[in-house]
């Protein structure tokens, strides 16, 4: 039954079968890589490019640890693919709205499984001369470590599983959940 106030795993608990990271977890976390990004952009201008529209909530609560002024813009990519599984050809829906020549980018994901994506966006925005080009992401999944990209901040590294929750979702739904976990079956059947 819906209850009033914020959606925790205790609402969908059925659904899920394992919480990997709570609430409290992932914004630890966050905190401590802001901590990182901080100290690292020191003196130069940032601007956090989100990734729509799994990376809505990290991009939130990423930007919001940081304690130094910053920009946040968009871009809204698709990957096809069979399946769950992208091919690497990548189609933007939404560009940015910054001209980021001479700007320090850095893109915000919420998740890299393979890394095509990424791969693709930073060679894409990489061709528009920005005078640099970094990746947070909060999961990293062990098909990345294939891929020639490397996250500059990384939350943590996961094992290859479907994750929902905290912007993740399945056929749209959980990605208001606060908490990251895994679906039971029965959701998918
Ligand atoms: P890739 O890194 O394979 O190019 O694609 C990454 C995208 O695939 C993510 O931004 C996300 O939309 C989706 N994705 C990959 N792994 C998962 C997962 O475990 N759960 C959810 N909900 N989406 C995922
Ligand atoms: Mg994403």
Known sequence: MWQSGAMDSAHVDSDLVNILFTEEQIQAKLQEMAHTIAA????????M???????????ADLARSLPCHLEMDW???SSYGSGTKSSGVVRILKDLDTDISGRHVLIVDEIIDTGLTLSWLVNNL???????????????????????????????????????????????????LRDIGTLAPHVYS
């Open 126 to 176: 990489s061709s528009r001369k920005p005078a640099s080009v970094e990746i947070a992401t909060l999961l990293r999944k062990p098909e990345a470590l294939a891929m020639p990209i490397e996250p500059k901040y990384v939350g943590w590294d996961i094992p290859n599983e479907f994750v929902v929750g905290y912007g993740l979702d399945f056929k749209e739904r959980y990605r208001n």
């Open 75 to 77: 871009m809204a990519v």
């Open 49 to 59: 490019v989100g990734v729509l529209r799994g990376a809505v909530m990290v991009m």
């Open 40 to 47: 690292d952009y020191e003196g130069k201008d940032l601007l």
